[in-house]
């Protein structure tokens, strides 16, 4: 379980982040939801630790993690897909998937063919290069990488922005399946709200760097959570 309490960040003198609290639990999606601007991506960012935070706490199955670096983070189960993919352009698809090995032991440096089973079209455009797939194609391989390393926590950043409908339809069956299997917990960054609410356990609104709403699916009705956002001006 990946639990942030408190958590504050800066950049230079502006405050994005304030005092922000996050429960991400095995067998469960925590949705982080809200308007463009309001901090989700930086919150991903700290839980990665791409960005260091200004203050608060992070807790990892127990262990308070104080500096890390993303390196440091993966190899403590944490694995990451940002917002924009940032796949490696000129490295063939399977090149692409070899560097989620690096964090893994020895013995463990070996793609999976479940990873296959996720996303079929990996194993059929393994030898073609990162740059000459198409959008939804290249979302699939960023989330591939990640598994790969067989993460504790998965942070999704907006992975079906810019997406074909049908590749939504597949990864949202992907973060299922995961769900599913009970020993990943995922926190999944996203504007589309039926791809979000229908995914979610847990619920976290975001408005301008604060926590807004906060709950479980009992406790945050559809209704409400849709309300909220849409008078946050959030596209839903």
Do not use: W
Request: with cysteine.
């Amino acid at each position: 379980m990946l639990e942030a309490k408190g958590i504050t960040l800066h950049y230079g003198q502006s405050q994005i982040l304030h005092g922000i609290d996050l429960i991400a639990e095995p067998g469960k999606v925590t949705c982080v939801m809200g308007n463009n601007g309001v901090g989700k991506t930086s919150l991903l960012k700290v839980l990665s630790g791409s960005h260091p935070r200004s203050g608060g706490s992070l807790v990892l199955d127990g262990e308070e993690l104080g500096r890390v670096t993303p390196q440091m983070l993966a190899t403590k189960g944490v694995g990451y897909v940002p917002q924009g993919r940032m796949i490696f352009p000129l490295l063939t698809v399977r090149e692409n998937l070899e560097t989620g090995l690096s964090v893994l032991p020895a013995g463990e440096r070996r793609i999976p063919e479940e990873i296959f089973d996720h996303f079929p079209v990996l194993g059929e455009m393994s030898h073609r290069r990162g740059g000459d797939l198409s959008g939804g194609q290249q979302q699939q391989l960023a989330i591939a990488r990640a598994l790969i390393m067989r993460p504790k926590v998965l942070l999704l950043d907006e992975p079906t922005e810019g997406i074909q409908p049908n590749i939504i339809q597949q990864i949202g069956r992907v973060i299922r399946g995961l769900r599913e299997q009970g020993n990943m917990a995922i926190v999944l960054v996203e504007q589309f709200f039926d791809f979000a609410y229908d995914l979610g356990d847990r619920f976290l609104m975001l408005e301008r760097g604060q926590a807004v709403v906060s709950g479980t699916r009992d406790e945050v009705p559809r209704e409400v959570l849709k309300a909220r956002l849409a008078g946050l001006g959030a596209a839903a």
